[in-house]
């Protein structure tokens, strides 16, 4: 019999998405501002997320993980997608990335933020994290929505 595919959804299970995450190899983050995030279960088991975080009109893309062994399946572009959908549902007109893996932001059409562009997050909070330029050269990115 053929395993059941993975099955999103809205989740509010801070605790399953920061553990994903941590395990993913991201730094532990405190996810606050979120006003929105979605899961992928495979059964009961939390093995993607996303959320989504809003301080007053940037909008942006937080706790982006898949567990290992269902990567390169295409569940990481989708959960973009339902971010960015419902960003732009929201009233946002760009999203913002601090994008630790900038390769698979920029072939979903992120770009780096030019001169003259409204603030988007700054890596000044990666600064303190003992993986920044060690394990992890991460890029501000940004999408028109
Ligand atoms: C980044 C991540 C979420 C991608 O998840 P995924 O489910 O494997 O992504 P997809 O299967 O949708 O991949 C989409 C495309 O991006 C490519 N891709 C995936 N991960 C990539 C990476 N780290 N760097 C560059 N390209 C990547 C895939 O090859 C695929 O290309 P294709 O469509 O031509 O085959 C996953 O690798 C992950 O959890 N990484 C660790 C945590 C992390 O870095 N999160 C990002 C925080 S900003």
Not at 117 to 130: D, F
Request: aromatic share 8%; net charge positive.
């Amino acid at each position: 019999m053929k395993a059941q595919e993975p099955v999103m959804r809205p989740t509010e299970d801070y605790a399953a998405m920061k553990k994903l995450a941590v395990e993913s190899g991201l730094e532990e983050g405190t996810l606050i501002h979120i006003i929105s995030s979605f899961g992928f279960y495979d059964g009961s088991e939390l093995i993607g997320c996303a959320a989504l975080r809003q301080e007053k009109e940037v909008y942006s893309l937080e706790c982006l993980a898949v567990r290992e062994r269902f990567r390169y399946q295409g569940l990481g572009s989708r959960l973009v997608a339902t971010i960015e959908k419902d960003a732009k549902a929201r009233g946002a007109k760009r999203l913002w990335a601090l994008a630790r893996a900038p390769n698979f932001f920029k072939r979903m059409g992120y770009r780096g933020a030019g001169n003259g562009q409204e603030a988007g997050p700054s890596l000044t909070s990666c600064a303190n994290c003992p993986q920044f330029r060690r394990d992890c050269s991460p890029e501000v990115l940004l999408k028109d929505l």
